[in-house]
Nanobody, 120 residues
Framework: QVQLVESGGGLVQAGGSLRLSCAAS????????MGWYRHAPGKQRELVAV???????TFADAVKGLFTISRDNAKHTGYLQMNSLKPEDTAVYYCNLRITATSGLWSDYWGRGTQVTVSS
C-alpha cells in the first residue's frame, strides 16, 4: 500500500505565495509522473502542473510563469511552489502520483487534498 500526505495549504492574500508538498510512503519502487490538480467550487477538476520522472514539466496556461513544480526522488516527495497567487487560484489542490511497486505493477494514487484560499 501507498500513502500520500499533502501539506502546505492555507489562507493567503492575493500576491502571496504558498508551497504545497506531497510525500509518498509505503510500497514504492519508483515514482513516475507527479501531478497537481485543483478543484474549485462550481468547476471541474483541472490539471495544474505535472513533472515526469525525467524532469519534464507541463503547466496549465493559467499558472505558467507563476507556479513551479519539483520533486525530490530520494524523499518520494513532490512540491508545488505557487507565487503571485490570485483569488481565482482558490481551490482544493490534490497531488497525483503514478507509482510503480516492487512487484513491477503501477497505480495512480491521489492525496486527500489541501485547501488553498486566496483573499483579495
Amino acid at each position: 500500500q501507498v500513502q500520500l500526505v499533502e501539506s502546505g495549504g492555507g489562507l493567503v492574500q492575493a500576491g502571496g505565495s504558498l508551497r504545497l508538498s506531497c510525500a509518498a510512503s509505503g510500497n514504492i519502487f519508483s515514482i513516475n509522473a507527479m501531478g497537481w490538480y485543483r478543484h474549485a467550487p462550481g468547476k471541474q477538476r483541472e490539471l495544474v502542473a505535472v513533472i515526469t520522472s525525467g524532469g519534464t514539466t507541463t503547466f496549465a496556461d493559467a499558472v505558467k510563469g507563476l507556479f513551479t513544480i519539483s520533486r525530490d526522488n530520494a524523499k518520494h516527495t513532490g512540491y508545488l511552489q505557487m507565487n503571485s497567487l490570485k483569488p481565482e487560484d482558490t481551490a482544493v489542490y490534490y497531488c497525483n502520483l503514478r507509482i510503480t511497486a516492487t512487484s513491477g505493477l503501477w497505480s495512480d494514487y491521489w492525496g486527500r487534498g489541501t485547501q488553498v484560499t486566496v483573499s483579495s
